[in-house]
């Protein structure tokens, strides 16, 4: 992951940012080219996430431009804390 590239067309990738896999339904970032697949997300977030994102018509900002779902599920299950974020991020 966050190496390499995935084959672009119709200015989106065709590969899953999760699983790398170009099965299933790829929900696409509308801010950069990637996708992240309805099967990683629902087995991640539930499937109302997925629903949400599919209702939001081509207005949705993947994990990797708007990280913030990512960091709340790292804070839920307590795979991160307060401080390791703070390190990272300032």
Same mark, same amino acid.
């Given at each position: 992951y966050h190496q390499g &590239? *995935? %084959?672009?067309? %119709?200015? &989106?990738e065709i590969y899953c940012r @999760? =699983?790398?896999e170009g099965n299933g339904q790829l929900l696409l970032c509308d801010s950069c080219p990637k996708g992240f697949c309805e099967s990683c997300?629902?087995?991640?977030?539930?499937f109302i996430e997925c629903k949400r994102i599919?209702?939001? !018509? !081509?207005? @949705? *900002? =993947?994990?990797? =431009? &708007?990280?913030?779902p990512i960091i709340d599920l790292l804070f839920?299950?307590?795979w991160i804390d307060d401080v390791n974020i703070n390190k990272r991020i300032g």
């Open positions: &590239s *995935f %084959d672009i067309v %119709d200015n &989106s @999760w =699983c790398g997300i629902t087995r991640n977030f539930g599919i209702e939001l !018509n !081509n207005r @949705w *900002f =993947c994990y990797i =431009c &708007s990280p913030q839920q299950n307590g």
